[in-house]
């Protein structure tokens, strides 16, 4: 199983990378955290992307805020799947770091979570792994059906509860 990459460009992103970092640790997925930045030091994090693959790492996990452009800058020096997250920020709750991550030029995508969706995107960075592991494939469809069945069960106890109005 190949390991997960996750960067974000400055600490203050790292409580919403730190959902991701657990799912990833849950999952029993490699994982190693990075603080780089597309605009502060552009070398490091072309030089991280351009040697990703070759370093071992099968998918990038970019948390990025305001501006955003660290999912992209990594995104355009790899050919490994590359996920951002878009991370609130002080001006606009996160809708500037959205756009500035879901919008790339077609040739270099980027798959975008939420934002805030550090949860989401390592469980797509799981699924992307799980094409090629089984037994990680088996952990998604477990955790699945537990929350299948933790609906099912809030739905019993809800309808229980108001059944005779």
Same mark, same amino acid.
């Given at each position: 199983?190949?390991?997960?990459?996750?960067? %974000?460009?400055?600490?203050?992103? !790292?409580?919403?990378?730190?959902?991701a970092?657990g799912?990833?640790?849950?999952?029993?997925?490699?994982? =190693?955290?990075?603080?780089?930045?597309?605009?502060r030091?552009?070398? =490091?994090a072309?030089?991280?992307?351009?040697?990703?693959?070759?370093?071992?790492?099968?998918? !990038?996990?970019a948390?990025?805020?305001?501006a955003?452009?660290l999912?992209? &800058?990594l995104?355009?020096?790899t050919?490994?799947?590359?996920?951002?997250?878009?991370?609130?920020?002080?001006?606009?709750d996160? %809708?500037?770091a959205? !756009?500035?991550?879901?919008q790339?030029?077609?040739?270099?995508?980027?798959a975008?979570? &939420?934002v805030?969706g550090?949860?989401?995107a390592a469980?797509?960075?799981?699924e992307?792994?799980?094409?090629s592991?089984?037994?990680l &494939?088996?952990? !998604?469809?477990?955790a #699945?059906?537990?929350? #299948?069945?933790?609906?099912?069960?809030a739905?019993? =106890?809800?309808?229980?509860?108001?059944?005779?109005i």
């Open positions: 199983m190949g390991k997960v990459g996750v960067v %974000m460009g400055s600490a203050s992103d !790292l409580p919403v990378v730190e959902k970092i799912v990833l640790k849950e999952y029993g997925v490699g994982t =190693e955290v990075r603080v780089l930045s597309a605009h030091c552009p070398d =490091e072309r030089e991280f992307a351009a040697s990703a693959q070759e370093s071992g790492f099968s998918v !990038l996990i948390a990025a805020g305001m955003a452009h999912a992209g &800058a995104a355009a020096n050919p490994l799947p590359v996920i951002g997250i878009p991370c609130k920020g002080p001006n606009f996160g %809708m500037d959205l !756009l500035s991550t879901v790339m030029p077609s040739g270099i995508p980027v975008t979570v &939420a805030d550090a949860k989401n469980l797509l960075a799981i992307i792994l799980a094409l592991d089984p037994a &494939a088996e952990k !998604l469809l477990a #699945r059906e537990a929350g #299948r069945q933790a609906v099912l069960k739905d019993a =106890e809800v309808r229980a509860r108001f059944q005779n």
